[in-house]
């Protein structure tokens, strides 16, 4: 009974956070496998004419004593090149979207997002080795909940909580939607043939939308954040690349830090190319998430496991989030003009 109890307190207290604090959006662990969720900027900017990407996350699966506790988030996005060659020789725009959803605990917390962005890319020489971005996105967000699932104090009969007891709990609406806005920048810096630094800002919620089921003047906090992306190609095999990100919303801050090693074997000349990844990541205070990936061409699977490292460890047995990506990039065949970005393939 006293398992049981803790189980329903733990739920409760993780719901209760959701809808009180409002401190910090969802995030994933792969975030540099999202690019247009940390920096509307990046729409468009890579080696090819198009990208479209997906990623799963399960979050804390068993972590509620060994029962099966529902923490999902998946997003899918694509985005675009357009007009390489219209806009000077090296300028170019980019056009993308993203959808995004994410389940939480036993009220089924449900979060979509449906996101359009749009970059423009300025070179400032004929290599494209130095660039800044500048980038827009407006989302459409939609919350829903399902409030009779839940667990309040005045349902606990001295035994159980029994869902039959009115909670007497006053909520205005299970289901609301509303606006969202962000922008952003990011230059590129290219050094000698094989290196490439990317140092981004951006800022999300610029129109601190209002969010609350209880219909109460409850805003949401501006996000800004910092990225730092590096790439380089350390021999014919071996190419590193490794990526900074920090957050701040509200009170809730977030920095995480990593790199994967990349391994490509091309002495067979073979129209296949294949790459191994391995390394890890650090998200500060938080978790340490072990990284391992493979690329065929233009496709990438990467796959990471969270494991937990701060307080939290206690609640969720020291269990994290498992996540798995995949992205595709590629070109138009028919183009006869070729984007000029400097060395930004991962």
């Given amino acids: ?91 170019f725009m980019g056009l993308g979207f993203y959808a995004w959803n994410d389940e939480a605990g036993d009220g089924n917390l449900r979060t979509t997002k449906i996101n359009g962005s749009i970059a423009y890319h300025k070179s400032f020489d004929k290599k494209g080795k130095y660039a800044l971005s500048g980038g827009f996105g407006f989302t459409g967000v939609q919350r829903a909940v399902d409030f009779k699932n839940f667990y309040f104090n005045n349902q606990w009969n001295d035994r159980f909580f029994d869902k039959s007891i009115p909670n007497l709990e006053q909520f205005a609406n299970q289901s609301r939607w509303y606006f969202d ?38 805003r949401i906090g501006m996000r800004p954040i910092f990225n730092i992306a590096f790439n ?62 493979y690329q065929i061409n233009s496709t990438r699977l990467i796959v990471s496991y969270d494991f937990t490292l701060s307080k939290m460890t206690y609640y969720n047995k020291g269990v994290g989030g498992f996540e798995v990506s995949l992205v595709h990039s590629g070109k138009f065949k028919s183009r006869n003009i070729i984007k000029k970005t400097y060395c930004p393939k991962f």
């Fill in 232 to 293: 380089g190609k350390i021999s014919q095999e071996i190419s590193i690349n490794s990526q900074f990100i920090f957050n701040y919303q509200k009170e809730a801050i977030e920095t995480s830090i990593g790199a994967l090693i990349g391994y490509c074997n091309d002495t067979y000349r073979s129209k296949i190319k294949n790459t191994f990844y391995i390394g890890a990541y650090y998200r500060i205070r938080d978790a340490m998430i072990p990284t391992i990936g």
């Fill in 1 to 91: 009974m006293k398992q049981i109890r803790s189980i329903h307190i733990f739920l409760l207290y993780m719901c209760l956070c959701i809808f009180t604090l409002q401190a910090q959006d969802t995030h994933f662990s792969q975030f540099y496998t999202q690019p247009l969720t940390i920096n509307p900027a990046n729409t468009g900017y890579y080696d090819g004419n198009y990208r479209v990407g997906g990623i799963y996350r399960a979050q804390w699966p068993f972590a509620a004593n060994g029962q099966f506790v529902t923490y999902n988030n998946y997003s899918m996005y694509a985005d675009f090149s357009l007009l390489e060659g219209y806009l000077g020789k090296t300028d």
């Fill in 181 to 218: 806005m962000s922008a952003g920048l990011t230059l590129h810096i290219g050094f000698g043939t094989n290196y490439s630094l990317g140092i981004g800002a951006a800022l999300y919620h610029i129109n601190k939308p209002k969010d609350s089921f209880k219909g109460v003047d409850n």
